[in-house]
């Protein structure tokens, strides 16, 4: 499948792999791999940027959604960390829960590689927004 959007430099520094979308669900896989300047003295990733991680998810879902026409503008993101999370491999999905014209809930999850422990989980708020060059 192809993956819509502008994937900037931030995608290469963390690791980020686009795995797989189902548009039916409006749900986007990717694989994380924090490089060893993310991982902090206690041994696992730090926390805001695990929030990146999540917000990517997040924020790809929308992107493919949309056909590659909308990008979303988070005004809140809420984080839960569930359990101390290592350099990697990780699993993110990121879904869209609903879309409308001047907001979009959007949710996201980290995962280990064999999806079997659960390390974090994110809500956002966003507005919707024109990528540059792209109609919407």
Not at 29 to 50: K, N, W, Y
Not at 63 to 91: D, S, W, Y
Request: charged residues 20%; neutral net charge.
């Amino acid at each position: 499948m192809e993956f819509l959007g502008n994937r900037g430099a931030h995608v290469e520094l963390m690791g980020a792999e686009f795995v797989d979308f189902d548009p039916a669900s409006e749900t986007i896989t990717m694989r994380f791999c924090a490089p060893a300047s993310f991982i902090t003295g206690r041994g696992g990733v730090q926390g805001g940027l695990v929030a990146g991680f999540l917000d990517e998810a997040m924020g790809w879902a929308h992107v493919q959604a949309t056909g590659g026409t909308e990008a979303p503008l988070n005004l809140e993101i809420a984080m839960t960390l569930l359990k101390l999370i290592p350099a990697g491999p990780l699993m993110g999905k990121g879904r869209v829960i609903r879309r409308g014209r001047r907001a979009v809930f959007l949710e996201g999850e980290l995962w280990s590689e064999d999806w079997k422990t659960l390390y974090a989980r994110a809500t956002s708020t966003a507005i919707p927004t024109p990528v540059p060059g792209k109609a919407a």
